[in-house]
């Protein structure tokens, strides 16, 4: 796959023109960036080191070039990340349509939805998250869809090892939570929640490889 494709099914992914309007601001209560432009400049500037810089530039600098791209594009969307154990987390500046959506943006990025392997990397995360600004939730990896007993990673089918509930939760309300995520008012632990559920203030995060 050449630099330019997969930058244009980077960009597809990201379904760019969902959350943006016409005049290319965020929809909703959502960071005043001008994400269109900037991924259309983004683009512009992969295209140029495709098509021009190929054979004047070694293979080196064309994919630092292509990951300080998506650099810049991962800096507009996400927060500051958090590194530890040699794997990079980053929060969402924005809120998902759906727990899709939300994996399809960290796949496109080469991760998954944030996985709590252990007692240490949820502290980890709920301080991050915590320490955030985001004033409501962040989706991450967990769902009991299968048979609403058994909280499974999305990505491998693997069962959560460690679970670290807020009070009262999980609480299935209206029987219809099957997804996971941090919640503020419980402290940044655990609470099952809608996998579509749609608020200004939801986000989502990430678990990335480290890309140092
Ligand atoms: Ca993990
Ligand atoms: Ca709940």
Known sequence: MTCVSRLLVLLSTLQVNSIVNTNGQFNGNLPSLDLKYATEVLLQKQKYHCYYSWIAT?????????????????????????????????????????????MAYCQAFGGYLAEVDDYREFKELQQFFMSSSVEEMAL???????????????????????????????????????????????DGNMNDITCDFRDDKARFMCELPDSN
């Open 58 to 102: 070694g293979k080196d600098q064309r994919l630092k070039a292509l990951q300080n791209s998506t650099n810049e594009l991962k800096s507009l969307l996400f927060s500051t990340p958090l590194f530890y154990r040699n794997k990079t987390y980053v929060i969402s500046k924005f809120s998902h349509k759906d727990s899709d959506e939300a």
């Open 140 to 186: 991450i990896a967990g769902s009991n869809a299968a048979n609403g007993e058994t909280w499974r990673f999305q990505r491998t089918g693997v069962a959560l090892p460690f679970e670290s509930w807020g009070r009262g939760e999980p609480n299935n309300e209206y029987g219809i939570e099957k997804c996971l995520c941090l919640w503020r008012i419980k």
